[in-house]
């Protein structure tokens, strides 16, 4: 059954429209044609695969700031989408990321002949060289090159976060010996083997990164907090095919480690520190399957100006981003970036997901009014 979309009044019609197109990475077409069609008649845009760049009609060539959103989701269970209790709205990516969408696609309605560059992209919550901004910046790395600064509309609960922490995947094959699991005496199990690794890992000792950073005559002290974390466990006959018989012991325990590591480390330091950990354990293959790096921290007076501008209309904070963003991406090409989202940091990825109304209207209200100052 086709899904019926209210008329669009304010931010709260917006992201009730947002929730009820499924856009799970790698399948984020009707999500795109839904924001195409709200868009054509007020941008200028351009589309690859299911990314979108729009640019006033009238455009000048030069844009005081980006906004950006990834328009995926992760795949996760939601037994309330669409449904409104109180302040808060349930529905899968309701926090991350479909909050900043509502609030960007908002601020279209009013200021599509502002000189701003709007950025929807794909494919955010999968491999770092899939994302859509790689497309993104590989075809309209020029249009991009012209924003004094891009914010990232991640979930912040509204407040300025800076940076982010780079991140890893590494993947961990320990050996034992394939047997039938009736018979003890001809198999070693993997799983059994691989418990000294768990144990190091349960116990790895985070890396705290502290940073000192200056906005509205106050400092704020960020702190950037390292991880190692086992997300997957798996059973494998090869070094690549999984288990599928409950009563074969495998020949190989396969660990996926997710690390966050903290913006004063290049990636190859790390890595190298990080493999050297783990040398001690009988580890028989250990690979990075993908890594993104940190993002830094660059500021010009632009971004200055509109970050002191920001925290002297409301009681806002401001942090370190402990997960990745693609502020990476944008300090990587000299682009000045921060996150500044409505969704909530700890709803991100949840079981019944959701983001508060009142977050959404408040940093449409606020950027509405920033927004305005420009046209003075």
Not at 42 to 62: C, E, H, M, T, W
Not at 116 to 125: H, K, Q, T
Not at 273 to 282: H, I, N, P, Q, V
Request: contains cysteine; hydrophobic residues 40%.
């Amino acid at each position: 059954m086709k899904k019926k979309f209210i008329s669009v009044v304010n931010v709260v019609d917006i992201i009730v429209n947002l929730l009820k197109i499924r856009s799970v990475t790698g399948c984020e077409d009707n999500l795109r044609k839904y924001i195409i069609d709200f868009i054509k008649d007020k941008l200028n845009f351009q589309v690859i695969r299911n990314n979108v760049v729009a640019y006033p009609k009238n455009d000048k060539g030069s844009y005081p700031i980006a906004f950006v959103g990834h328009i995926d989701t992760v795949n996760n269970a939601n037994d309330k989408d669409g449904i409104m209790e109180g302040d808060r709205i349930f529905g899968l990516g309701a926090s991350d990321m479909k909050a900043g969408i509502a609030v960007m696609l908002s601020l279209i309605n009013k200021f599509s002949d502002l000189p701003l560059l709007w950025i929807f992209y794909d494919r955010e919550e999968g491999k770092y060289d899939d994302n859509g901004l790689n497309l993104v910046f590989q075809n309209f790395g020029d249009l991009l090159m012209k924003a004094n600064f891009a914010i990232i509309l991640e979930p912040t609960s509204n407040n300025i976060e800076m940076g982010c922490n780079g991140v890893i995947n590494y993947g961990i094959w320990i050996r034992g010996k394939s047997g039938h699991s009736a018979r003890r005496n001809t198999y070693q199990n993997p799983f059994y083997l691989s418990i000294p690794v768990i144990k190091y890992l349960e116990s790895y000792e985070p890396e705290v990164y502290k940073r000192v950073i200056m906005f509205s005559n106050k400092s704020y002290e960020l702190s950037f907090v390292s991880n190692a974390v086992i997300t997957q466990i798996k059973g494998l006959k090869d070094l690549y095919t999984e288990n599928d018989f409950r009563n074969v012991v495998p020949e190989y325990c396969f660990l996926n480690v997710n690390v966050r590591y903290t913006p004063n480390h290049e990636f190859a330091n790390f890595n190298e520190d990080f493999k050297k950990g783990l040398e001690k354990y009988s580890i028989f293959k250990l690979d990075v399957i993908d890594y993104a790096p940190a993002g830094k921290i660059i500021m010009n007076k632009s971004l200055e100006h509109f970050i002191d501008w920001y925290l002297d209309n409301g009681e806002f904070g401001v942090f370190a981003k402990q997960a990745w963003t693609d502020v990476a991406r944008f300090t990587l090409h000299g682009i000045p970036a921060i996150n500044l989202g409505p969704g909530e940091p700890t709803q991100a990825h949840q079981v019944n997901e959701y983001s508060y109304i009142s977050k959404m209207e408040q940093l449409e209200l606020i950027l509405n009014k920033y927004l305005v100052s420009l046209r003075i």
